[in-house]
């Protein structure tokens, strides 16, 4: 089952889009070096751990970084202005306690408010928070005050979430997408026993704002194949019509045919449906309209790049709550280790 000390290390620690040096790449590196020949970080910040082999390169792909805020403005009487650094709803910021990411390893707490609903007009109570409405209350009561505490232009903000257990076979926790997928990514480099492919595992950057660390690992490794591991909606949740329920927490492995950056290569979906049935791993579909993965990079990658992607389906995203079964993550980390160890069968 899920190794829920190292799951809360790499979900936990901070790493916002771009800024993933303040505390998960060291939590990646010191889990990932047990198990590999090699590991570097690359110029924009990636991962890349080297498993060597003699036959065929494989990257694998889960995306390190976390949405976030950034801090555009202060105000006079210490309020912070904000932007988005990913797709963030700001809806889901009202009332949420932050951490203000002043250095490396040291914050302030902070608190997401608005214009109080008592005091709107009707008509403002009917409409959702836009971004000139939200700010962070961090207790300062100036500007110069705010500036002592550590604030900058440019500083960095995460949701205060932490892991807890939901159920008995559910997380919820502040970053799922996407770090359950790079515990994936260690917990498949720790149980691989024996394959005779080229493989980098890597943890990519700034996939939330377009898949860009994807792009320069695959341009600098140049696989044979990819794959990406990364959340889905998991769309079993009131209100959602029968037919667009694809993918549900505790059903499995969701292997993916198509999303909006990537349709996988044929061969590879029937290839990894062929080896989940081999081996009794249970599995799933995921066909995502509204979203991207690094598979959407990986596979246009020079002269292209057959590529496939395994989700692990998850509530809530881009949250402070979001919500994934350790059931799903078992078989994803299962069935990601089967097609290391099968890979050489593999023609395309």
């Known amino acids: 089952m899920v190794d829920y000390e190292l799951l809360k290390k790499i979900v936990e620690a901070p790493g916002v889009t771009g800024y993933e040096f303040m505390g998960v790449r060291d939590v990646v590196i010191e889990n990932l070096k047990p198990y590999v020949d090699e590991i570097k970080v690359d110029k924009l910040g990636n991962v890349i751990a080297h ?50 990411w002043i250095d490396k390893g040291k914050f302030i707490y902070g608190v997401g408010g608005s214009v109080p609903p008592h005091i709107q007009k009707p008509e403002e109570r009917k409409k959702a928070p836009d971004w000139d409405q939200i700010f962070i209350d961090i207790g300062a009561e100036s500007k110069e005050e705010a500036e002592e505490m550590g604030v900058k232009i440019g500083t960095v903000i995460t949701w205060d979430g932490r892991l807890e257990r939901l159920g008995k076979h559910r997380f919820v926790s502040i970053a799922f997408d996407d770090r359950i997928a790079v515990y994936t990514l260690v917990e498949t480099a720790r149980q691989l026993k024996e394959s005779n492919a080229d493989i980098y595992f890597v943890a990519t950057v700034q996939e939330e ?70 081996y ?35 509530r809530y995203i881009h949250s402070n709550a979001e919500v994934v079964d350790e059931r799903d993550v ?4 299962k069935l990601m280790v089967k097609v290391l160890e099968h890979i050489h069968e593999l023609e395309i």
Request: positive net charge; hydrophobic residues 40%; aromatic residues 6%.
């Open 280 to 314: 009794e791993i249970p599995y799933q579909w995921d066909i995502l309209l509204g979203g991207g993965t690094d598979a959407g990079a990986i596979h246009l990658n020079k002269a292209g790049v057959p590529t496939g992607a395994i989700s692990i389906p998850s």
């Open 209 to 278: 704002v377009g898949l860009r660390g994807a792009k320069t690992s695959a341009f600098g490794i140049e696989p044979d194949y990819g794959f990406a591991i990364d959340v889905t909606i998991a769309a079993d949740v009131p209100g959602t019509p029968e037919h667009k329920q694809v993918t549900q927490l505790g059903k499995g492995a969701a292997i993916k045919i198509m999303d909006r950056s990537v349709i996988c290569h044929p061969k590879i979906v029937r290839w990894m449906e062929e080896l989940a049935k081999k």
């Open 330 to 333: 078992d078989a994803s980390v």
């Open 51 to 100: 498993k060597k082999g003699d036959g065929s390169k494989v990257m694998i792909a889960g995306h390190m970084d976390q949405i976030g805020l950034m801090v555009t403005h202060i105000e006079k009487n210490g309020f912070l202005r904000v932007a988005p650094v990913g797709g963030i709803d700001p809806r889901t910021l009202i009332a949420q306690r932050f951490k203000v």
